[in-house]
């Protein structure tokens, strides 16, 4: 669906241009709220979607198990009184096809296909300096022309293939998770390969392991683990939560990373052994981040706090995968727990004591070429009706790269990103005038339960437009200095956890991915509370670190 028929319209030797006062690009949740309160301010906006609907993350992710792994009733939209009232959850951490329909829902009660064009993957985009604007150019050929260029394209949306010989010569059925088809998918009596342990690794081989006639799982690097411990929500728990909507939102405007779940003020080196190991078991038994959110405050600081923790999930493991052999290639040894994104599982372990599931360890046995009938490793090769790609992502500024974006004077902005991003606030970048950077590299919200942050940006990027707007500017870009002490200032909050010793999406590194080698730091750590008071802020001194003209 398209509103072009009621953009203004100028027509070159290039074709026709669709006119805005601002372009937004991508119908996830960032891009359906921004939308919203553009409208909702009187702006003429406009938004370019890839994909055919809503939804961004749970449009593209729709492979078996994908869910929640922040509470469902934290992770709704918190700005309109009126959707929630009317949704209603249906499990604590919601699946990908219940969350997907809460995104239609978002959509149709507001309206917002009207102004969305769907099918529609941005190829280029370049500030104008003459005109003062950026344009847009599609891979169909369409072009647009906006003021504004506000880009929600999200931080885990550039799916990544790995660099394997052969890929295009398997002839069975083979899907990457982030591009799952939305068609049905049989794993029934099939012999099934999954190449990847990370999160929508985890989510994948325990559903596909419920059905699979034989499932081989390739890992690389296996990853901490922790139980999501999902249920059912029944009315009358519904309505008890619905209750106490204004809670449970404040309670996640104070925490770190906007979960319900805060860090214990304790140290785990100042208490005894056995109030340490209670508290272990008692998160360990509670649903989602808890364990990782919720426990001693230093655990993520302090090498010898967080190796108590990880030996914790080491007897745990131990504990629920029979054959020890198998859990010696399940457990980490190059990081400890929670230093990396921690994925949640629902029976992950106990896939692997099954007779119909084997475990291949590549850094035993690498994997040399896909074949046509299946992978090749250094020991054997193996045939399989079909290979599941749960490679990840080229992590939050992955999907900039794929766009040729270009600010003044032509300058490209993967080069100015190449040894890491650069940015003020992870919401603007110098070099780059009017263009506002939603949950993008250095910005709270790529560290943080997303929609609670996703409110925060758009709504001071809006309150930006509109501060502009009444004051007759027509320009904002972040001035040098201020990207320079807000970049050096994310890697110093960053500098004190233990995660920054570690290779990650966070840390910058994909081995998936040409070129991302070099560790730097891709989000912000100082936690979402200091991030907000930060932008009001600049927001209070007339946009302090922006030229505004």
Partial sequence: MTNATEAEQTTTGAGPIERWEVIVIGAGLSGMYQLHRLRQLGFKAHVYEAGGGVGG?????????????????TYGFSFSKELLRQWNWAEHFSGQP????????????????????????????????AANEWEAVFEDGRR??????????????????????????????????????????????????????????????????KTVGHLSVFQRTPNWCAPLRNSRIDAEIMNRIRAKYDEIFARCRETYGCFIHDADPRNALEVSTEEREALFEKLYNEPGFAFWQGNFRDVLINKAANDM???????????????????????????????????????????FNQPNVELIDLRETPIER??????????????????????????ITGAFDRIDIRGRAGKRLKEKWADGPRTYLGLQVESFPNMLTLVGPHNAATFCNLPRCIEQNVEWVSDLLCYMRERGLTRVE????????????????????????????????????????????????????????????????????????
């Fill in 309 to 351: 923790m990880t030996a914790f999930v080491v007897k745990k493991i131990r504990a629920r995968v029979k054959d020890q052999k198998v859990a010696d290639k399940l457990i980490p040894t190059n990081h400890g727990f929670g230093t990396r994104r921690v994925p949640l599982e629902s029976g992950y372990y106990e896939v």
């Fill in 57 to 73: 993350t749970w449009y593209w992710n729709c492979y078996p198990g994908a869910r929640f792994d922040s509470e469902s009733w």
């Fill in 478 to 549: 972040a001035t040098a200095s201020a990207e320079a002490a807000w970049t050096a200032h994310v890697h110093e909050t960053a500098a004190r956890l233990l995660l920054m010793q570690v290779d990650s999406w966070m840390t910058g590194v994909n081995k998936n991915v040409a070129g991302r080698h070099k560790r730097t730091f891709m989000a912000y750590a100082g936690g979402a509370p200091k991030y907000r008071q930060k932008c009001e802020d600049v927001a209070a001194r007339g946009y302090e670190g922006f030229v505004l003209v």
């Fill in 370 to 395: 896909i074949t046509a009938k299946g992978i090749k490793t250094s020991d054997a090769e193996r045939h399989f009706d079909m290979i599941v790609f749960a490679t990840g992502f080229d992590a």
């Fill in 98 to 129: 219940e969350n997907l329909r809460y995104c239609n829902l978002v959509a149709d009660m507001f309206d917002l296909r009207r102004d969305i064009t769907f099918g529609a993957r941005v190829k280029s985009a370049e500030w104008d300096e």
């Fill in 144 to 209: 647009a022309r906006a003021r504004y260029l506000i880009t929600a394209i999200g931080p885990l949306s550039a799916p990544t293939m790995p660099a394997i010989e052969g890929i295009g010569d398997f002839q069975g059925e083979a899907w990457h998770t982030g591009l799952w088809p939305h068609e049905p998918v049989s794993f029934a009596g099939k012999r099934v390969a999954v190449i990847g342990t990370g999160a929508s690794g985890v989510q994948a081989i325990t559903e596909i392991a």
